[in-house]
């Protein structure tokens, strides 16, 4: 089951938030920043909801 399936369409804030903050990302260490917390923070809130 993939965590796109586990996301509410009545609270897409969440989800908009992590990729306008996706789009502000210039440099690969950038990208491995966010992804170790940002997006991990993402997938473990929507699984728990």
């Given at each position: 089951m993939s965590?796109?399936?586990n996301?509410?369409?009545t609270e897409?804030?969440?989800l908009l938030?992590?990729?306008q903050e996706s789009t502000?990302?210039?440099q690969h260490f950038e990208l491995f920043n966010?992804?170790?917390s940002q997006v991990q923070r993402?997938?473990?809130a929507?699984?728990?909801s």
């Open positions: 965590v796109l399936s996301i509410s369409v897409p804030g969440p938030n992590l990729v502000t990302i210039k966010w992804l170790q993402f997938c473990s929507s699984t728990v």
